[in-house]
Protein backbone atom coordinates (compact mmCIF):
# COMPACT_ATOMS: atom_id res chain seq x y z
CA UNK A 1 0.00 0.00 0.00
CA UNK A 2 3.22 2.21 0.82
CA UNK A 3 4.43 1.71 -2.32
CA UNK A 4 1.11 2.05 -4.06
CA UNK A 5 0.72 6.23 -2.37
CA UNK A 6 4.68 6.69 -2.85
CA UNK A 7 4.01 5.74 -6.91
CA UNK A 8 0.34 8.40 -6.76
CA UNK A 9 2.46 11.44 -5.09
CA UNK A 10 5.51 10.60 -7.74
CA UNK A 11 2.79 10.56 -10.49
CA UNK A 12 1.05 14.22 -9.19
CA UNK A 13 4.25 15.50 -8.19
CA UNK A 14 5.43 14.60 -11.87
CA UNK A 15 2.19 16.18 -13.26
CA UNK A 16 2.45 19.61 -11.54
CA UNK A 17 5.81 20.61 -13.06
CA UNK A 18 8.16 23.03 -11.21
CA UNK A 19 7.19 24.60 -8.26
CA UNK A 20 7.41 28.17 -6.90
CA UNK A 21 6.66 29.70 -3.64
CA UNK A 22 5.25 33.13 -3.03
CA UNK A 23 6.17 35.10 -0.15
CA UNK A 24 3.02 37.38 0.37
CA UNK A 25 4.80 40.07 2.24
CA UNK A 26 8.21 40.65 3.73
CA UNK A 27 7.18 40.76 7.36
CA UNK A 28 6.64 36.83 6.91
CA UNK A 29 10.20 36.99 7.87
CA UNK A 30 9.64 38.26 10.91
CA UNK A 31 8.12 35.29 11.67
CA UNK A 32 9.25 32.38 10.15
CA UNK A 33 12.68 31.69 9.07
CA UNK A 34 13.43 31.43 5.21
CA UNK A 35 14.36 27.49 5.69
CA UNK A 36 11.44 26.84 7.48
CA UNK A 37 8.90 28.96 5.00
CA UNK A 38 10.65 26.57 2.46
CA UNK A 39 9.79 23.35 4.77
CA UNK A 40 5.76 24.66 5.47
CA UNK A 41 5.87 24.63 1.52
CA UNK A 42 7.38 21.11 1.00
CA UNK A 43 5.31 19.71 3.66
CA UNK A 44 2.24 21.14 1.84
CA UNK A 45 3.10 20.89 -1.14
CA UNK A 46 4.67 17.31 -0.90
CA UNK A 47 7.50 18.84 -3.64
CA UNK A 48 10.07 21.58 -2.66
CA UNK A 49 10.06 24.82 -4.44
CA UNK A 50 12.48 26.14 -6.80
CA UNK A 51 12.42 29.78 -6.68
CA UNK A 52 10.90 32.25 -4.78
CA UNK A 53 8.80 34.96 -5.48
CA UNK A 54 9.88 38.52 -3.44
CA UNK A 55 7.55 41.56 -2.75
CA UNK A 56 9.43 44.83 -3.85
CA UNK A 57 6.99 47.42 -2.11
CA UNK A 58 4.68 47.12 0.61
CA UNK A 59 0.83 48.72 0.49
CA UNK A 60 2.84 51.49 3.81
CA UNK A 61 5.91 51.68 1.12
CA UNK A 62 9.18 50.40 0.39
CA UNK A 63 11.30 47.57 1.57
CA UNK A 64 14.68 49.43 1.36
CA UNK A 65 16.23 52.63 1.12
CA UNK A 66 15.59 54.10 -2.55
CA UNK A 67 17.14 56.95 -4.48
CA UNK A 68 13.02 58.48 -4.92
CA UNK A 69 13.13 59.00 -1.51
CA UNK A 70 9.47 56.92 -1.57
CA UNK A 71 8.70 56.30 2.39
CA UNK A 72 9.85 52.79 4.22
CA UNK A 73 7.26 50.10 5.19
CA UNK A 74 6.93 50.31 8.74
CA UNK A 75 8.48 46.71 8.34
CA UNK A 76 12.16 47.14 7.48
CA UNK A 77 11.99 51.19 9.41
CA UNK A 78 12.73 50.55 12.81
CA UNK A 79 12.38 54.61 13.47
CA UNK A 80 8.70 54.39 12.80
CA UNK A 81 7.99 51.04 13.85
CA UNK A 82 5.04 50.63 16.44
CA UNK A 83 4.78 47.05 15.77
CA UNK A 84 6.11 44.51 18.48
CA UNK A 85 7.35 41.98 15.77
CA UNK A 86 11.49 42.69 14.45
CA UNK A 87 12.60 44.57 11.46
CA UNK A 88 12.85 42.34 8.33
CA UNK A 89 15.75 43.01 5.52
CA UNK A 90 14.98 42.96 2.21
CA UNK A 91 18.76 41.97 0.42
CA UNK A 92 18.69 39.43 3.66
CA UNK A 93 15.61 38.07 2.37
CA UNK A 94 16.71 37.32 -1.33
CA UNK A 95 19.93 36.25 0.34
CA UNK A 96 18.53 33.71 2.96
CA UNK A 97 16.59 32.05 0.18
CA UNK A 98 18.91 31.97 -2.01
CA UNK A 99 20.93 29.91 0.71
CA UNK A 100 18.14 27.28 0.21
CA UNK A 101 19.19 26.93 -3.72
CA UNK A 102 16.14 29.21 -5.05
CA UNK A 103 16.13 31.30 -8.11
CA UNK A 104 14.53 34.46 -7.49
CA UNK A 105 11.84 36.67 -9.42
CA UNK A 106 10.81 39.98 -8.05
CA UNK A 107 7.64 41.30 -7.47
CA UNK A 108 5.37 44.45 -7.68
CA UNK A 109 2.01 46.04 -8.05
CA UNK A 110 2.89 48.83 -10.11
CA UNK A 111 0.03 51.06 -8.54
CA UNK A 112 0.89 52.18 -5.03
CA UNK A 113 -1.12 53.70 -2.19
CA UNK A 114 1.58 55.42 -0.05
CA UNK A 115 2.52 58.58 -2.51
CA UNK A 116 0.00 60.95 -2.09
CA UNK A 117 0.98 63.32 -4.59
CA UNK A 118 -2.27 64.10 -6.21
CA UNK A 119 -1.19 64.36 -10.08
CA UNK A 120 -0.25 60.97 -9.83
CA UNK A 121 -3.02 59.69 -8.45
CA UNK A 122 -5.81 57.37 -10.68
CA UNK A 123 -9.15 59.47 -11.60
CA UNK A 124 -12.43 57.29 -12.30
CA UNK A 125 -14.91 58.03 -14.88
CA UNK A 126 -16.83 60.34 -12.74
CA UNK A 127 -14.07 62.62 -11.74
CA UNK A 128 -13.28 61.14 -8.37
CA UNK A 129 -9.35 60.87 -7.31
CA UNK A 130 -8.66 57.59 -5.06
CA UNK A 131 -5.15 56.86 -3.35
CA UNK A 132 -3.72 54.68 -5.81
CA UNK A 133 -1.32 56.02 -8.42
CA UNK A 134 -1.65 55.56 -12.39
CA UNK A 135 1.19 53.93 -14.52
CA UNK A 136 0.48 55.76 -17.38
CA UNK A 137 1.61 58.96 -15.78
CA UNK A 138 5.39 59.35 -16.86
CA UNK A 139 6.01 60.12 -13.21
CA UNK A 140 4.95 57.15 -11.57
CA UNK A 141 5.90 54.74 -14.36
CA UNK A 142 9.82 56.85 -13.61
CA UNK A 143 9.19 55.85 -9.55
CA UNK A 144 8.59 52.29 -10.02
CA UNK A 145 10.92 51.60 -12.69
CA UNK A 146 13.89 53.50 -10.25
CA UNK A 147 12.41 51.17 -7.53
CA UNK A 148 12.42 48.12 -9.09
CA UNK A 149 15.95 48.93 -10.55
CA UNK A 150 17.09 49.20 -7.17
CA UNK A 151 15.43 45.92 -6.07
CA UNK A 152 17.51 44.52 -8.67
CA UNK A 153 20.82 45.54 -8.13
CA UNK A 154 20.16 44.52 -4.50
CA UNK A 155 18.57 40.96 -5.07
CA UNK A 156 21.62 40.49 -7.67
CA UNK A 157 24.48 41.39 -5.04
CA UNK A 158 22.82 39.63 -2.34
CA UNK A 159 22.82 36.51 -4.80
CA UNK A 160 26.88 37.38 -6.00
CA UNK A 161 27.38 37.25 -2.37
CA UNK A 162 26.68 33.43 -2.08
CA UNK A 163 29.92 30.78 -1.86
CA UNK A 164 28.03 27.85 -3.29
CA UNK A 165 27.94 25.98 -6.24
CA UNK A 166 25.15 26.61 -8.81
CA UNK A 167 24.67 29.92 -7.26
CA UNK A 168 20.95 30.68 -7.53
CA UNK A 169 19.80 33.57 -10.44
CA UNK A 170 17.69 36.66 -10.26
CA UNK A 171 15.11 34.79 -12.93
CA UNK A 172 12.07 37.45 -13.35
CA UNK A 173 9.73 40.60 -12.56
CA UNK A 174 6.44 39.84 -11.52
CA UNK A 175 3.74 42.47 -12.34
CA UNK A 176 0.75 42.08 -10.54
CA UNK A 177 -2.08 43.22 -12.29
CA UNK A 178 -5.15 42.13 -10.29
CA UNK A 179 -5.46 45.25 -8.85
CA UNK A 180 -4.05 48.28 -11.28
CA UNK A 181 -7.62 49.29 -12.28
CA UNK A 182 -9.90 48.93 -9.59
CA UNK A 183 -13.64 49.61 -9.76
CA UNK A 184 -16.27 51.13 -7.73
CA UNK A 185 -20.21 52.02 -7.74
CA UNK A 186 -22.82 53.93 -6.22
CA UNK A 187 -26.79 53.61 -6.87
CA UNK A 188 -26.20 51.43 -10.28
CA UNK A 189 -23.29 53.73 -11.55
CA UNK A 190 -20.28 52.14 -12.45
CA UNK A 191 -16.98 53.57 -11.63
CA UNK A 192 -14.16 52.07 -13.51
CA UNK A 193 -10.40 53.55 -13.26
CA UNK A 194 -8.48 55.01 -14.88
CA UNK A 195 -9.67 58.42 -16.67
CA UNK A 196 -6.79 60.80 -16.06
CA UNK A 197 -5.73 63.23 -18.72
CA UNK A 198 -2.66 60.56 -19.38
CA UNK A 199 -4.98 57.89 -19.50
CA UNK A 200 -7.54 59.73 -21.58
CA UNK A 201 -4.48 60.61 -24.00
CA UNK A 202 -3.85 57.11 -24.65
CA UNK A 203 -7.12 55.81 -25.07
CA UNK A 204 -8.11 58.51 -27.62
CA UNK A 205 -5.11 57.57 -29.55
CA UNK A 206 -5.86 54.09 -29.43
CA UNK A 207 -9.93 54.92 -30.76
CA UNK A 208 -9.42 57.75 -33.20
CA UNK A 209 -10.89 57.04 -35.93
CA UNK A 210 -13.44 54.94 -35.03
CA UNK A 211 -14.92 57.76 -32.82
CA UNK A 212 -14.72 61.18 -32.72
CA UNK A 213 -12.70 63.11 -30.27
CA UNK A 214 -13.17 64.91 -27.59
CA UNK A 215 -14.56 64.02 -24.99
CA UNK A 216 -14.60 60.31 -26.91
CA UNK A 217 -14.87 58.78 -22.97
CA UNK A 218 -17.64 61.42 -21.75
CA UNK A 219 -20.04 58.38 -22.70
CA UNK A 220 -19.01 56.88 -19.36
CA UNK A 221 -20.26 59.62 -17.10
CA UNK A 222 -23.69 59.13 -18.42
CA UNK A 223 -26.16 56.87 -16.76
CA UNK A 224 -26.53 54.03 -18.17
CA UNK A 225 -22.68 53.69 -19.63
CA UNK A 226 -21.66 51.27 -21.43
CA UNK A 227 -20.21 49.38 -18.50
CA UNK A 228 -23.38 48.83 -17.27
CA UNK A 229 -24.17 46.36 -19.90
CA UNK A 230 -21.20 43.95 -18.75
CA UNK A 231 -21.25 45.02 -15.14
CA UNK A 232 -23.91 45.18 -12.18
CA UNK A 233 -24.18 46.71 -9.28
CA UNK A 234 -24.59 44.29 -5.98
CA UNK A 235 -24.76 44.32 -2.19
CA UNK A 236 -21.72 42.18 -2.26
CA UNK A 237 -19.72 43.91 -4.86
CA UNK A 238 -19.92 44.48 -8.79
CA UNK A 239 -20.86 41.45 -10.96
CA UNK A 240 -19.84 40.79 -14.15
CA UNK A 241 -20.31 39.13 -17.48
CA UNK A 242 -17.27 36.06 -17.03
CA UNK A 243 -16.60 35.15 -20.62
CA UNK A 244 -15.88 38.33 -22.24
CA UNK A 245 -13.00 37.90 -25.39
CA UNK A 246 -11.07 40.49 -27.69
CA UNK A 247 -13.38 39.46 -30.53
CA UNK A 248 -16.58 40.02 -29.15
CA UNK A 249 -19.19 41.86 -31.30
CA UNK A 250 -21.90 44.07 -30.35
CA UNK A 251 -24.78 41.41 -30.54
CA UNK A 252 -22.48 38.96 -28.63
CA UNK A 253 -22.11 41.39 -26.17
CA UNK A 254 -25.58 42.51 -26.03
CA UNK A 255 -26.64 39.38 -25.94
CA UNK A 256 -24.48 38.43 -22.59
CA UNK A 257 -26.07 41.36 -21.11
CA UNK A 258 -29.57 40.18 -21.37
CA UNK A 259 -28.84 36.77 -20.39
CA UNK A 260 -27.29 38.01 -16.68
CA UNK A 261 -30.54 40.53 -16.90
CA UNK A 262 -28.21 43.50 -16.67
CA UNK A 263 -29.87 45.47 -19.51
CA UNK A 264 -32.82 45.97 -17.29
CA UNK A 265 -31.30 49.58 -16.57
CA UNK A 266 -31.27 50.12 -20.47
CA UNK A 267 -35.09 49.72 -20.13
CA UNK A 268 -36.62 52.55 -22.55
CA UNK A 269 -33.42 52.42 -25.06
CA UNK A 270 -33.86 50.90 -28.29
CA UNK A 271 -31.46 48.09 -29.88
CA UNK A 272 -29.57 50.00 -31.64
CA UNK A 273 -28.48 52.31 -28.49
CA UNK A 274 -27.22 49.10 -26.72
CA UNK A 275 -25.63 47.77 -29.74
CA UNK A 276 -24.23 51.09 -30.17
CA UNK A 277 -22.74 51.45 -26.70
CA UNK A 278 -21.92 47.56 -26.86
CA UNK A 279 -19.44 48.48 -29.64
CA UNK A 280 -17.72 51.74 -27.93
CA UNK A 281 -17.26 49.49 -24.84
CA UNK A 282 -15.42 46.83 -26.63
CA UNK A 283 -13.42 49.35 -28.47
CA UNK A 284 -12.63 51.20 -24.86
CA UNK A 285 -11.62 47.83 -23.55
CA UNK A 286 -9.73 46.83 -26.59
CA UNK A 287 -7.84 50.81 -26.06
CA UNK A 288 -7.11 49.99 -22.55
CA UNK A 289 -5.34 46.48 -23.11
CA UNK A 290 -2.61 47.88 -24.75
CA UNK A 291 -2.02 51.09 -22.98
CA UNK A 292 -2.12 48.70 -19.69
CA UNK A 293 0.25 46.03 -21.75
CA UNK A 294 2.49 49.25 -22.96
CA UNK A 295 3.06 50.46 -19.36
CA UNK A 296 4.19 47.29 -18.14
CA UNK A 297 6.77 46.97 -20.66
CA UNK A 298 7.74 50.37 -20.76
CA UNK A 299 8.55 49.74 -16.60
CA UNK A 300 10.11 46.24 -17.95
CA UNK A 301 12.56 48.07 -20.26
CA UNK A 302 13.24 50.84 -17.88
CA UNK A 303 14.49 48.86 -15.62
CA UNK A 304 17.00 47.02 -17.56
CA UNK A 305 18.14 50.22 -18.96
CA UNK A 306 18.67 51.91 -15.31
CA UNK A 307 20.38 48.45 -14.17
CA UNK A 308 22.35 48.32 -17.17
CA UNK A 309 23.56 51.99 -16.92
CA UNK A 310 24.16 51.67 -13.33
CA UNK A 311 26.37 48.61 -13.75
CA UNK A 312 27.53 47.70 -17.09
CA UNK A 313 28.34 44.01 -15.85
CA UNK A 314 24.64 43.42 -15.57
CA UNK A 315 23.72 44.94 -19.02
CA UNK A 316 21.92 43.10 -21.53
CA UNK A 317 20.11 41.02 -18.00
CA UNK A 318 18.31 38.03 -19.11
CA UNK A 319 15.31 38.37 -17.19
CA UNK A 320 11.31 37.20 -17.74
CA UNK A 321 8.54 39.63 -17.89
CA UNK A 322 5.65 37.88 -15.97
CA UNK A 323 2.12 38.71 -15.19
CA UNK A 324 0.26 38.03 -12.74
CA UNK A 325 -3.71 38.04 -12.91
CA UNK A 326 -6.76 36.75 -11.79
CA UNK A 327 -7.44 34.67 -14.74
CA UNK A 328 -10.85 36.23 -16.14
CA UNK A 329 -10.73 36.06 -19.69
CA UNK A 330 -11.05 40.15 -19.82
CA UNK A 331 -10.17 41.12 -16.20
CA UNK A 332 -11.55 44.58 -15.69
CA UNK A 333 -9.18 45.25 -13.01
CA UNK A 334 -6.13 44.63 -14.49
CA UNK A 335 -7.38 45.71 -17.85
CA UNK A 336 -6.48 43.43 -19.50
CA UNK A 337 -7.83 40.54 -22.38
CA UNK A 338 -6.28 36.77 -21.83
CA UNK A 339 -6.99 35.50 -25.13
CA UNK A 340 -4.76 38.74 -26.54
CA UNK A 341 -1.97 38.32 -24.18
CA UNK A 342 -1.64 34.63 -25.72
CA UNK A 343 -2.50 35.80 -29.40
CA UNK A 344 -1.21 39.02 -29.69
CA UNK A 345 -2.89 41.51 -32.78
CA UNK A 346 -0.01 41.74 -35.36
CA UNK A 347 0.39 45.43 -34.91
CA UNK A 348 1.90 44.29 -31.12
CA UNK A 349 5.44 45.18 -31.52
CA UNK A 350 6.67 42.56 -29.06
CA UNK A 351 4.98 39.51 -27.33
CA UNK A 352 3.42 40.45 -24.31
CA UNK A 353 5.05 38.88 -21.69
CA UNK A 354 7.10 35.92 -20.76
CA UNK A 355 5.00 33.92 -18.96
CA UNK A 356 1.30 34.43 -17.60
CA UNK A 357 0.40 32.99 -13.55
CA UNK A 358 -3.17 33.01 -12.70
CA UNK A 359 -5.74 31.09 -10.63
CA UNK A 360 -6.54 27.51 -12.76
CA UNK A 361 -9.93 27.67 -11.68
CA UNK A 362 -10.99 30.75 -13.32
CA UNK A 363 -13.04 30.35 -16.31
CA UNK A 364 -9.87 31.74 -18.83
CA UNK A 365 -9.90 30.95 -22.19
CA UNK A 366 -7.41 28.29 -22.79
CA UNK A 367 -3.86 29.91 -23.17
CA UNK A 368 -1.87 27.98 -25.65
CA UNK A 369 1.08 29.85 -26.57
CA UNK A 370 2.59 31.60 -23.79
CA UNK A 371 3.95 29.71 -20.93
CA UNK A 372 1.76 29.44 -17.92
CA UNK A 373 2.19 29.08 -14.14
CA UNK A 374 -1.31 27.80 -11.99
CA UNK A 375 -1.55 30.32 -8.95
CA UNK A 376 -3.05 28.45 -6.62
CA UNK A 377 -5.25 30.50 -4.68
CA UNK A 378 -8.84 31.51 -5.68
CA UNK A 379 -9.11 34.70 -7.58
CA UNK A 380 -5.18 34.56 -7.50
CA UNK A 381 -3.08 36.87 -5.45
CA UNK A 382 -6.33 39.49 -5.20
CA UNK A 383 -7.47 38.50 -1.62
CA UNK A 384 -4.31 37.85 -0.58
CA UNK A 385 -3.56 41.43 -1.57
CA UNK A 386 -6.15 43.13 -0.14
CA UNK A 387 -5.89 41.27 3.44
CA UNK A 388 -2.49 42.55 4.04
CA UNK A 389 -2.72 45.93 2.56
CA UNK A 390 -5.97 45.99 5.12
CA UNK A 391 -3.39 44.93 8.00
CA UNK A 392 -0.76 47.47 7.28
CA UNK A 393 -4.16 50.10 6.56
CA UNK A 394 -4.92 49.79 10.01
CA UNK A 395 -1.62 50.59 11.56
CA UNK A 396 -0.67 53.39 9.20
CA UNK A 397 -2.12 57.27 10.09
CA UNK A 398 -2.46 58.34 6.60
CA UNK A 399 -4.01 55.61 5.19
CA UNK A 400 -6.55 55.17 8.22
CA UNK A 401 -8.39 57.95 7.46
CA UNK A 402 -7.59 57.85 3.79
CA UNK A 403 -8.86 54.79 2.76
CA UNK A 404 -12.20 53.10 3.31
CA UNK A 405 -11.30 52.06 6.49
CA UNK A 406 -11.86 55.26 7.95
CA UNK A 407 -15.81 54.15 7.63
CA UNK A 408 -14.87 52.31 10.94
CA UNK A 409 -13.89 52.77 14.41
CA UNK A 410 -11.37 50.50 15.99
CA UNK A 411 -13.82 47.55 16.92
CA UNK A 412 -15.68 47.59 13.82
CA UNK A 413 -12.08 48.01 11.75
CA UNK A 414 -11.07 44.96 13.64
CA UNK A 415 -14.15 42.79 13.35
CA UNK A 416 -13.59 43.61 9.40
CA UNK A 417 -10.34 42.62 9.42
CA UNK A 418 -10.85 38.99 11.15
CA UNK A 419 -13.53 38.57 8.15
CA UNK A 420 -11.16 39.43 5.21
CA UNK A 421 -9.27 37.05 7.03
CA UNK A 422 -11.32 33.98 7.04
CA UNK A 423 -12.83 35.19 3.35
CA UNK A 424 -9.22 35.50 1.85
CA UNK A 425 -7.95 31.79 3.46
CA UNK A 426 -11.24 30.05 2.02
CA UNK A 427 -9.89 30.44 -1.04
CA UNK A 428 -6.59 28.22 -0.37
CA UNK A 429 -5.95 25.40 -2.77
CA UNK A 430 -3.71 22.99 -1.58
CA UNK A 431 -2.45 19.32 -1.17
CA UNK A 432 -2.27 16.44 -3.78
CA UNK A 433 -5.88 16.57 -5.24
CA UNK A 434 -5.40 20.47 -6.36
CA UNK A 435 -2.04 19.96 -8.23
CA UNK A 436 -3.99 16.65 -9.77
CA UNK A 437 -6.64 18.67 -11.10
CA UNK A 438 -4.16 21.01 -12.91
CA UNK A 439 -4.26 21.39 -17.05
CA UNK A 440 -2.39 18.87 -18.88
CA UNK A 441 -1.25 21.14 -21.25
CA UNK A 442 2.29 21.55 -22.59
CA UNK A 443 2.70 25.31 -21.98
CA UNK A 444 1.59 25.29 -18.13
CA UNK A 445 5.29 24.98 -16.76
CA UNK A 446 3.78 24.91 -13.23
CA UNK A 447 1.95 26.36 -10.04
CA UNK A 448 2.88 28.98 -7.92
CA UNK A 449 1.69 28.37 -3.98
CA UNK A 450 1.56 31.23 -1.38
CA UNK A 451 3.10 30.88 1.51
CA UNK A 452 0.44 31.70 4.08
CA UNK A 453 0.26 30.46 7.29
CA UNK A 454 -2.69 30.64 9.10
CA UNK A 455 -0.69 31.00 12.61
CA UNK A 456 1.67 33.56 11.18
CA UNK A 457 -1.46 35.56 9.84
CA UNK A 458 -2.80 35.78 13.12
CA UNK A 459 0.42 36.67 14.58
CA UNK A 460 0.63 39.51 12.50
CA UNK A 461 -2.36 40.61 13.13
CA UNK A 462 -2.10 40.74 16.95
CA UNK A 463 1.33 42.31 16.51
CA UNK A 464 -0.19 45.20 13.96
CA UNK A 465 -0.54 48.60 15.62
CA UNK A 466 -4.24 49.79 14.68
CA UNK A 467 -4.70 53.66 14.63
CA UNK A 468 -7.07 55.42 15.52
CA UNK A 469 -9.43 56.32 12.78
CA UNK A 470 -12.21 59.10 12.04
CA UNK A 471 -14.87 57.19 12.98
CA UNK A 472 -13.32 56.74 16.57
CA UNK A 473 -13.42 60.39 17.20
CA UNK A 474 -16.91 60.59 16.24
ZN1 LIG B 1 -4.58 57.32 -15.47
Known amino acids: MATRSKGYKAGVVEHAREAILDLPVLNFLA ?18 PKAVVIPVLASDGVYFDNPCELPLSRAVDPDVQQARAPIVDFAKAVYDFGEQGLDIYLLVAPSVSFVSANPLLVVDSVGDTARLTCMTK ?93 LSENPGGILYVERVVSTMKAPQVVGLSRMKGFHEVWEGHGDSELLEAADYLMEYLRARHRLTLESLQSIFDEVLEIVGRERSDLGGLDVDLVILSEGDPYD ?9 LDSWPADFARKPC ?48 STGWARF ?59 RGRQDFT
Open 409 to 467: DDDQARMMLDLRKRSTLAGRMEGLTSLKALSAEPNRVGFVGPAINDLVINKMIHDAPVV
Open 138 to 230: NGCRELISEIVAEAVLLATDALASLTMENTPRLRGLVFDVVNIWPMSSTNGRIELNCFCEDCVAVLERHMKGKYEVPDLLGHFRTYPSPANLL
Open 31 to 48: YRSAEQIVQDFTESWGMS
Open 354 to 401: DELWFDPTSVSPQVKNLKTRSYMWRRSRYPIDTLFDAITSLGDDDLRV
Open 332 to 340: WTAGLFLDW
